[in-house]
Nanobody, 123 residues
Framework: QVQLVESGGGLAQAGGSLRLSCAAS?????MGWFRQAPGKEREFVVA????????YYADSVKGRFTISRENAKDTVYLQMNSLKPEDTAVYYC???????????????????WGQGTQVTVSS
């Protein structure tokens, strides 16, 4: 059973930065971050391949967000810079135990999820 524990998030002003962390129990997985704003569907943000660390970003965050992983700690980070009010959402990390290459951008392909952390960006 995979457990994902998120931390970080909170309140930031537009143009500011926040960093999210996601600690995964045992093993290597394709990891992704998704977000869900009120009244909207969960959307893909970024994913990182388990094998070569290649990263895949949604166009809406490309150039502003950076995903990284620290294998020794089984932890994935999401550095969010140049935040915008439209980035406001609950952010979820997710793990795909089937190790798809490249990692999927579809939430349905991820079988483990963190509890979610709120990110609020004020204008």
């Amino acid at each position: 059973q995979v457990q994902l524990v998120e931390s970080g998030g909170g309140l930031a002003q537009a143009g500011g930065s926040l960093r999210l962390s996601c600690a995964a129990s045992g093993g290597s997985y394709a990891m992704g971050w998704f977000r869900q704003a009120p009244g909207k569907e969960r959307e893909f943000v970024v994913a990182i391949s388990w094998r070569d660390g290649k990263k895949y970003y949604a166009d809406s965050v490309k150039g502003r967000f950076t995903i990284s992983r620290e294998n020794a700690k089984d932890t994935v980070y999401l550095q969010m810079n140049s935040l915008k009010p439209e980035d406001t959402a609950v952010y979820y990390c997710a793990a795909d135990s089937t190790l798809r290459i490249p990692p999927s951008t579809g939430a349905w392909d991820y079988d483990y999820w963190g509890q979610g952390t709120q990110v609020t960006v004020s204008s």
